[in-house]
């Protein structure tokens, strides 16, 4: 884009770097340059305009006990669904809560930086500016884009998951009694959901935006996230699964 170039070190008041991202619609072609140097705050503003995301003041996002850390050296996609309890019959908003209450007691804060529901609506869920809590051990660096719904099959979470042994002695009895639980629920599952035209739709433009500001070169599933580190998830399902191939390839993008 005019204006910007990799030897711009600082913006000048006024200077070319600043003119060129002072405007309403923002495209920069060297993300790796522009983003060191570019205002945060307006550029994801300008990604909450193009993709028409739901921001967080607007669905009375809680605010955290504790500021997550920040984080802005985006290489990777994460993507995931939000589980066995949720499905297509609820509200993008009331779904959205019920996963941001579970994360807090989990994690402090919500853990995705966008959601995406039934309906293709897209949330912002977590500020871009900060650290997600999607990936266990492998945060930085990573945004998390979560489905609002089960796109997993019956028998999933036994196959793909952690297993409830390895969660006790990693993370403690309660960690360990929850993923019983959620492997008990997954057995007796019957139903799932299916992305839609609309998620997907969203979805891609949704990644297609944020390629332009940050050099994204690797997008998974967050079962993929985990392979690679060593462990093993059930997210994001089988259907999540073909979200992030099909993503992957329309993009150009490489595994985890």
């Known amino acids: 884009m005019l204006g910007i170039t990799p030897a711009d070190s600082i913006i000048l008041p006024n200077g070319s770097t600043h003119r060129a991202l002072d405007q309403d619609i923002i495209r920069i072609l060297n993300p790796t340059a522009a ?11 300008v990604i ?7 921001e967080r003041k607007t669905w009375q996002a809680l605010n955290p006990a504790k500021i997550p850390q920040n984080d802005w050296s985006y290489q990777s996609i994460a993507i995931h ?51 997600g809590a999607h990936i266990e051990r492998g945060n930085t660096g990573v945004i998390g884009v979560v489905f609002l719904a089960d796109l997993s099959v019956r028998g999933e979470a036994s196959r793909y998951g952690p297993g ?39 979805a891609e433009k949704l990644v297609g935006t944020l390629t332009e500001f940050f050099p994204i070169k690797r997008l998974g599933g967050h079962r993929e996230f985990a392979q690679a580190a060593g462990s093993s998830r059930a997210c994001p399902g089988i259907y999540g ?6 993503l992957r390839t329309k993009f150009g993008f490489i595994k985890p």
């Open 35 to 45: 983003c060191v140097v570019a205002d945060q705050e307006k550029i994801r503003q």
């Open 48 to 54: 909450i305009d193009r993709v028409n995301i739901v």
């Open 81 to 131: 669904h939000a589980g066995n309890s949720f499905s297509c019959g609820a509200s993008g908003v009331d779904a959205l809560k019920q996963a941001e209450k579970i994360d807090i007691s989990s994690f402090g804060q919500i853990s995705y930086h966008y959601a995406i529901d039934c309906r293709g609506v897209v949330y912002e869920a977590l500020d871009i500016r900060h650290k």
């Open 164 to 202: 409830v042994a390895n969660v006790t002695r990693n993370r403690g009895v309660r960690a360990g009694v929850s993923e019983f639980l959620g492997v008990q629920k997954d057995q007796l599952a019957v139903n799932h959901d299916e992305p839609s035209e609309l998620q997907m739709s969203k």
């Open 241 to 246: 699964m073909i979200i992030a191939e099909q």
